[in-house]
């Protein structure tokens, strides 16, 4: 006769938290094991809170990878910040993921984020990201400087590109996870529709591929999606509204080159992610301003 387990599940939620470009989605990405939030070398790239749930034996992790906290000016980005911010308070923990390569110690952002932790009461972990790209050398003065600034419950040194230190971070949050129930179903690993992922690939495909300003006005939505069984195809066609009718044609490019070759590359990482064939036909809408709109806003997704 089989002896019944008495071990309790533990579970609980952490928000990854920052300023932009510091790597909170590659780190989740990483942590999952597989992509769901979109990533670029331009700042910004995340707009929505993104949720991943991390399994394991009897237990559970809920991430929320945030937006980057910046000095926010238009509607847009400072819908942007407030769901960083407004993070903090719903969860069990946090990761304050800062750039190794990028120290800038004290400045007016980074004193706006401690007292918002400070308000929030969470124990705080400081994750040190892209070690690396500088020596042990380097490192050591930027943990000690940060280990006066925030009594953090741990200093995790970790590269999200390569995986170095990532699973002892993961280990660290599991031993310190509540009792708590199983939230989702061990087959799942985010609650976004696949119509918000597939919106997701087209526009990071826009950051890494076009210039300025223009990827940052930009949003992008999918206004059909239909599943064909069996031909194992998904038929996808998806809108990006930009805000001025000087980048309609830009998207676009000399005879369609520049959208041709957006919808490839996205094409490629939807298939990936759907694991089937897909069609994918993009079209550009001009929303004259729609940043700034709190309609356009809610209509594209950005509300609270």
């Known amino acids: 006769m089989q002896a019944e387990t008495t071990e309790k599940f ?9 300023r932009p470009n510091v790597g909170k989605s590659t780190l989740l990405n990483r942590i999952l094991g597989q992509k769901i939030a979109i990533t670029s070398p331009k700042p910004q790239t ?31 980005n400072q819908f942007m910040v407030e769901q960083a911010m407004s993070s903090c308070g719903e969860v069990d923990m946090v990761l304050y993921l800062i750039d190794a390569t990028d120290h800038a110690p004290h400045n007016a952002t980074e004193e706006k984020i401690f007292t918002h932790l400070r308000n929030c009461g969470r124990p705080v972990y400081l994750v040190i990201n892209k070690i690396d ?7 050591l003065p930027i943990m000690q400087s940060y ?9 995790v040194p970790i590269s999200a590109a390569t995986g170095d230190g990532v699973d002892l971070l993961v280990k660290m949050l599991r031993d310190a996870l509540p009792e708590g129930p199983q939230y989702y179903s061990e087959d799942t690993v985010t609650d976004l529709p696949e119509r918000f ?3 997701e690939m087209v526009r990071e ?6 210039r300025d300003e223009i990827p940052f006005m930009v949003a992008v939505v999918v206004e059909e999606f239909s599943e064909e069984p069996e031909r194992n195809l998904v038929v996808i066609k998806a809108a990006i509204n930009v805000a001025r009718d ?13 959208i041709r070759a ?28 729609w940043t700034a709109s709190e309609r356009m806003l809610r209509e594209f997704g950005y509300h609270s």
């Open 147 to 155: 280990a006066t600034k925030y009594p953090f419950a741990s200093l």
């Open 10 to 18: 533990h579970s609980g939620v952490v928000a990854i938290i920052g």
């Open 262 to 289: 957006l919808g490839q590359s996205a094409r490629r990482d939807i298939e990936k992610f759907l694991g089937c064939r897909v069609y994918l036909e993009l079209f550009v809408k001009v929303q004259k301003d």
């Open 46 to 76: 995340t707009r929505n809170r993104i949720l991943g749930v991390a399994h394991f034996d009897h237990g559970q992790i809920l991430f929320l990878d945030t937006p980057g906290i910046h000095q926010a000016k238009d509607r847009l």
């Open 246 to 258: 000087s980048h309609k044609g830009i998207v676009i490019g000399k005879q369609g080159a520049m």
């Open 205 to 210: 495909q826009l950051l890494r591929q076009m």
């Open 133 to 139: 790209a500088l020596s042990r050398e380097r490192l």
């Open 197 to 199: 992922i597939v919106a």
